[in-house]
Nanobody, 122 residues
Framework: QVQLVESGGGLVQAGGSLRLSCVVS??????MGWFRQAPGKEREFVSA????????YYADSVKGRFTISGDNAKNTVYLQMNSLKPEDTAVYYC?????????????????WGQGTQVTVSS
């Protein structure tokens, strides 16, 4: 049984920081990603990591503020979020993939976590 358990969301003031974590069990990942979905909006790509070569990818909206990291052996990925803005408010989802491809597309990911709420107040 595949399980993705996310943690680390919460309420923070603009300019603050949060660190999200995601632990995967029951699945051998080639890479992992973070997406977010705000009310009334589509789920959007935030960041991804591909274990081979430790390649990392970011959406333009978070580049320079967010950092993805992880440990392949522990099937764990983190998202350090700094300089948070109110527009970062969303439910953040962790997802896993086996194969390379377009890291920004939700269809490329096999399993998803339940999501963790991030709220940034102005």
């Amino acid at each position: 049984q595949v399980q993705l358990v996310e943690s680390g969301g919460g309420l923070v003031q603009a300019g603050g920081s949060l660190r999200l974590s995601c632990v995967v069990s029951g699945f051998t990942t080639g890479g992992m990603g973070w997406f977010r979905q705000a009310p009334g909006k589509e789920r959007e790509f935030v960041s991804a990591i591909w274990w081979s070569g430790y390649l990392r990818y970011y959406a333009d909206s978070v580049k320079g503020r967010f950092t993805i990291s992880g440990d392949n052996a522990k099937n764990t990925v983190y998202l350090q979020m700094n300089s948070l803005k109110p527009e970062d408010t969303a439910v953040y989802y962790c997802a896993v993939r086996q194969y390379s491809g377009d890291f920004s597309k939700t269809t490329q990911y096999a399993y998803w976590g339940q999501g963790t709420q991030v709220t940034v107040s102005s």
